[in-house]
């Protein structure tokens, strides 16, 4: 065995060659393997094959080993692999874990009806005369701050936020994934929304900034969920509860949750 590994190239070590070489010798097959080798403080990514010559009498003679430097394609391999990580992340960032990966197996997302599913509708009141009062970066940074606060309180209760619509904020329970808890989870997050605006109003008061107030809403019951279309992908919900929920919102009083009977 050793007749043949010093035949090989410089930069193969017998350690590293001896499993291989004992394959290509007992299965008489071609085997192939990569390496790295640090040349000239570069670092060399390889890949050896190692194909048997068998002769007549069905014993190995010679072998041929090609070594082939596929530096240039691991370096372009690791390129794609973190182009698909960061689609992977920007995928998960707009859709459910479960949506995408149904969307990613399928191509396509169907529908589904939920029989009780929490919806809850927050807006800012008085937003358009604090418009007339503040430019246009302004109102997008306020804006982007709250939703930010929001985004954070719904995560930590389990909730899917679906949207915002200017200056109203819109998340739901119980979907992609059935849960009977969530109708409590987003009524507690309701009123942490609420300590939350309260608490950085009162440092904008400390700091003589004008104050934000905002009602919220909320309604259960039966919604359909899902992705429609096939670009500019949202995953939203619809029927009536969405519509009783945003009615109960704009009817409600600043700075208080109004609850359906339903969700009570």
């Keep these: 065995k050793s007749k043949f590994s010093n035949k ?35 670092t060399i990514f390889t890949q050896t094959t190692l194909s048997p010559i068998i002769s007549e009498d069905g ?16 370096e372009a391999n690791k390129k794609i692999i973190l182009e698909q990580e960061k689609a992977e992340r920007l995928l998960l960032n707009i859709l459910p874990n479960k ?13 589904k009806n939920f029989k009780s599913a929490p919806i809850l509708f927050t807006d800012f009141t008085g937003f358009t005369l604090k418009c007339e009062k503040l430019e246009t970066n302004e109102i997008v940074d306020e804006l982007n701050f709250w939703f930010m606060k929001f985004d954070a309180i719904i995560e930590k ?29 987003i ?11 309260k608490h950085f109003n009162c440092l904008k008061a400390d700091n003589g900034r004008e104050q934000w107030t905002l009602r919220i809403g909320l309604h259960s019951g039966d919604v359909i969920a899902g992705i429609i279309g096939n670009k500019k992908f949202a995953y939203d919900v619809w029927g ?23 969700t009570y």
Aim: charged share 25%; aromatic share 4%.
């Design 8 to 42: 090989l190239l410089y930069f193969h070590s017998e350690q590293k060659l001896l499993p291989y070489l004992n394959v290509c010798l007992k299965d008489k097959k071609m085997v192939s393997f990569e390496s790295t080798h640090d040349i000239n403080g570069k």
């Design 59 to 74: 014993e190995v003679i010679r072998l041929i080993a090609v070594d082939s430097d596929i530096t240039s394609i691991n």
């Design 99 to 111: 949506i995408a990966q149904e969307l990613k197996e399928a191509g396509r997302v169907i529908p």
């Design 157 to 185: 209760y389990g909730l899917e936020k679906i949207k915002t619509i200017g200056d109203s904020y819109m998340c739901a329970g119980g979907i992609p994934m059935e849960n009977p808890e969530h109708p409590i989870k």
């Design 187 to 197: 009524v507690l997050a309701a009123l942490e929304i609420i300590q939350c605006v």
């Design 240 to 262: 009536d509860t969405v519509n009783v929920a945003a009615r109960l919102e704009h009817e409600g009083q600043d700075m208080k949750i109004n609850i359906s009977e339903a």
